[in-house]
C-alpha cells in the first residue's frame, strides 16, 4: 500500500491535497468545518448547494432523517433536480422509510426511464 505522502508526490501539482494532508489529521479542524457547513446550510435555506453538502455529511454519519430533511429543502430549491431525487429515494430507503422511499424512486425513474440502478433499488424496496 502507498502513503498518502507517496500518493501525493505522483499526483499533478494542482491536485487537491489527499489523505492526512486533506485535514484528516486534525479533528478538531475537520469537525469546525462540518459544524460550518451545516450552520451555513442552516443559515441560507436558499442556498442550494449546501443543503445538499449538509445532507451529505449527515448521510456520512448515518443520521438519515437529518440527511432527508435537507435534501427536502434542495428539493424545493430544484425540484427538477434528478440527483436529489434519486438521493431521496436512496436516503429514505436507508432509513427503513419504504413509502417515501418508493415515492422518490419513481419519481426519478419518471425523469430517467433508462436508469438501471434506481431501477433495480426500486424492484428491490418493491420486494420487501
Do not use: C
Not at 485535514?23 to 443543503?51: H, L, S
Not at 417515501?100 to 419518471?110: D, F, I, N, S, V
Request: glycine share 6%; no cysteine; net charge negative.
Amino acid at each position: 500500500m502507498q502513503t498518502a505522502s507517496t500518493v501525493s508526490q505522483n499526483m499533478p501539482a494542482d491536485h487537491p491535497a489527499v489523505g492526512s494532508q486533506a485535514g484528516g489529521g486534525n479533528p478538531e479542524a475537520v469537525r469546525a468545518q462540518v459544524t460550518a457547513d451545516i450552520e451555513k446550510a442552516r443559515n441560507e435555506p436558499n442556498n442550494f448547494d449546501a443543503q445538499v453538502k449538509a445532507a451529505e455529511l449527515f448521510y456520512r454519519i448515518g443520521r438519515f432523517d437529518q440527511a432527508i430533511e435537507f435534501l427536502l429543502k434542495a428539493n424545493q430549491l430544484r425540484p427538477t433536480d434528478y440527483d436529489t431525487v434519486v438521493s431521496l429515494g436512496m436516503v429514505n430507503m436507508q432509513a427503513g422509510h419504504n413509502e417515501p422511499a418508493e415515492k422518490w424512486l419513481t419519481a426519478a425513474l419518471k425523469m430517467k426511464p433508462d436508469d438501471a440502478q434506481v431501477k433495480e433499488q426500486l424492484d428491490k424496496l418493491k420486494a420487501k
